[in-house]
């Protein structure tokens, strides 16, 4: 599995950029256009993998952050069904 930037503020998960960007404009671009919901859709690479942070607000302790590649592991362990959102920037 993979994490791919859909645009500065969403992740999806899925085993291609086609199937993740597919499913994202179905059920979470909220009918806009993809020209305007996508910007430049994209595979993270290894090193964002492992530098950007996921904050699991259901989570308490260190348990609560993790990296992009230690949710998406424990995602696929736990059989989540793909592709799926990953994750969104909250400012």
Do not use: I
């Amino acid at each position: 599995m993979k994490v791919f930037a859909m645009n500065k503020y969403d992740w999806m998960a899925g085993e291609s950029l086609e199937s993740a960007t597919e499913m994202y404009l179905k059920e979470y671009a909220d009918g806009l256009p993809a020209d305007e919901a996508l910007d430049n859709p994209r595979e993270l690479t290894e090193e964002l993998l492992d530098r950007l942070r996921f904050h699991d607000a259901d989570a308490d302790g260190p348990e609560s952050h993790r990296t992009f590649r230690q949710e998406l592991d424990r995602r696929v362990a736990a059989g989540e069904t793909f592709p799926c959102f990953f994750a969104n920037a909250v400012y």
